[in-house]
C-alpha cells in the first residue's frame, strides 16, 4: 500500500515565481502551506499542495534558461554529445524556455515545447520549431501527426513540474521512436538532502526525482534508466538517459553506482527524510541568527539573484525588506518588481555590487562560481556573502 509520510513542513509560503509589481505589493497575497511527503512504496518525494500549470506557466513567466553562462555551456556541451554519441535526426524538447538548448541544433530537426507563451515567442523569433503549449496525451497525438517519431527526447527542470507523471509518460512513449533516447535533468533529490537546499521545494518543484524513484515510474512504461550523469548544475542535478527496455544498448556503471549510493544513504528509509527535517529547522536558526547579527552591527545587506528558491528560504525564515534592503537580478522581468510574500525590492544588475553594501544574501547559491568570478571587485575590497548551503555561513 502507498503511503504518503509527511516530512518537512515549510510554512505559509505565496507562488514562487510570483513576482509583484507596486499595486500587487499592497494587496493580500495568496499562501499556501508548503508540506513536502515522502511515498513509502514508491519512493518519490513530492509537495502536498499543487496548483495548475496554468496558474504557474503562463505569458508571464520570468525565468530564462539564457540567464546563467553556467546553463549555457551546459547545453552546449551536451549538444555536442547528443550530435557525437547519440546522433539523432529528430529532436523535440519538453520545456524549451527560451531556446538555450535548442539553438545547438539544425532549425530543420527540431521541435521546443513551451507552455509560457513570452518564453516560447523568444526561440520563435530564432526561426525554431516551437509550440506554446503544455506537454500531454493530446499534443503528443498531433505532434506524432505532424512530425512522425522522435529519436531524441531532452528536457531540462521540467517533467518534475508536472503533476500527472502517468501522462507524462505514456506521452514519451507515443513519440518515441523504437531506438530513441529520452534524456531527463532535475535537481538530485540526495544531494538535496546532503546540502540541506530545503529550498528545491516550492510550488513548481512537484517532485524532487532520485533513481529509485524515476526508475519505479518509468518501469511501467517499459522504459529504464542506461547511465547517469552528476551535474553541479541548480545546486546539484542528475542527468538520465533512458531508452526503451526492447533497446539492447547497456546499462552503464554509473546506473548501480547511483543505485548504491542513494541506498546506502537511505533514501528508501523514513527515518532519513525525519533527520532532514531536524537539519532544515537548525538551518532556519543559523540563518535567522546570520541576520540577526548583520543587523546588530548595523550593516547593510542585500540579496543576489531573485531566485524562486529564494523564496522558500526567505518567507519559511520570516526575512523580509526589514532585513534586505534590495535584490540585484539580470533577468528583466523580475526587475522593479518585489520578491513573492517578503516583498523586497528587485533592482537592476547593473555590473557590480555598489560600495556602501557590507553583506550579501545569495538566493543564486547554484550559480556561487559564476558570481564569485564576477564580483572580484566586492570580494576584493571585503564584501562578505551570506549562504544557506550546506550550512548557514558568511563567506
Ligand atoms: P535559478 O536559480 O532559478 O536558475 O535563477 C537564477 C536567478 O539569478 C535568475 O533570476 C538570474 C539571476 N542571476 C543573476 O542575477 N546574476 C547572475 O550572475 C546569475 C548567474 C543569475
Redesign the pocket.
Known amino acids: 500500500m502507498s503511503k504518503k509520510i509527511e516530512f518537512l513542513d515549510l510554512g505559509q509560503q505565496p507562488l514562487a515565481n510570483y513576482y509583484l509589481n507596486k499595486s500587487q505589493k499592497k494587496k493580500k497575497e495568496r499562501k499556501y502551506r508548503l508540506i513536502v511527503c515522502f511515498d513509502n512504496q514508491n519512493k518519490l518525494v513530492s509537495i502536498k499542495k499543487t496548483f495548475s500549470s496554468k496558474m504557474m506557466f503562463n505569458n508571464k513567466y520570468p ?1 530564462r534558461s539564457s ?2 553562462k ?1 546553463m549555457q555551456r551546459s547545453f552546449k556541451e551536451l549538444a555536442k554529445h547528443i550530435k557525437l554519441k547519440i546522433n539523432p535526426k529528430k529532436i523535440l524538447e519538453i520545456g524549451s524556455n527560451d531556446g538555450s538548448f535548442l539553438k545547438n541544433f539544425n532549425k530543420s530537426m527540431s521541435v521546443g515545447i513551451e507552455p509560457c507563451a513570452n518564453v516560447e515567442k523568444i526561440t520563435k523569433k530564432k526561426k525554431f520549431n516551437t509550440i506554446p503549449k503544455y506537454w500531454n496525451t493530446k499534443l503528443a497525438r498531433d505532434i506524432l501527426k505532424k512530425y512522425g517519431y522522435f529519436d531524441l527526447i531532452y528536457s531540462a527542470n521540467t517533467i518534475s513540474h508536472i503533476k500527472n507523471l502517468n501522462d507524462v509518460f505514456s506521452s514519451i512513449d507515443l513519440v518515441l521512436s523504437k531506438t530513441g533516447i529520452f534524456i531527463i535533468e532535475d535537481p538530485s533529490l540526495i544531494e538535496c538532502l546532503k546540502r540541506n537546499t530545503y529550498d528545491q521545494f516550492y510550488n513548481e518543484h512537484i517532485y524532487v526525482f532520485s533513481y529509485l524513484s524515476l526508475r519505479n515510474i518509468l518501469k511501467k512504461y517499459n522504459l529504464e534508466i542506461y547511465k547517469i550523469e552528476n551535474l553541479d548544475i ?1 545546486g546539484g542535478s542528475n542527468r538520465y538517459f533512458i531508452k526503451r527496455m526492447k533497446n539492447k544498448i547497456k546499462i552503464e556503471k554509473s546506473v548501480i553506482k547511483q543505485k548504491r549510493k542513494e541506498m546506502k544513504y537511505g533514501l528508501n528509509k523514513k527515518n532519513t527524510y525525519y533527520k532532514f527535517r531536524k537539519r532544515v529547522e537548525e538551518s532556519k536558526k543559523r540563518l535567522v541568527s546570520i541576520f540577526n547579527y548583520c543587523k546588530s552591527k548595523n550593516k547593510k545587506i542585500i540579496g ?6 529564494s523564496t522558500t528560504i526567505l518567507n519559511y525564515c520570516n526575512i523580509n525588506d526589514q532585513t534586505i534592503d534590495y535584490f ?4 528583466k522581468d ?1 526587475q522593479n518588481k518585489y520578491t513573492p510574500g517578503t516583498k523586497i525590492k528587485i533592482k537592476k ?1 547593473k555590473g557590480g555590487i555598489n560600495k556602501d553594501v557590507d553583506y550579501v544574501f545569495l ?2 547559491w ?2 556561487k562560481k ?2 564569485f568570478k ?1 564580483e572580484k571587485k566586492y570580494i576584493k575590497r571585503g564584501g562578505k556573502f551570506i549562504i544557506h548551503t550546506p550550512l548557514p555561513r558568511i563567506i
Open positions: 525565468y540567464m546563467s553556467t541548480h543576489y539573484g531573485a531566485t524562486a528558491k540585484i537580478d539580470t533577468t523580475k544588475y538566493g543564486a547554484n550559480f559564476e558570481i564576477k
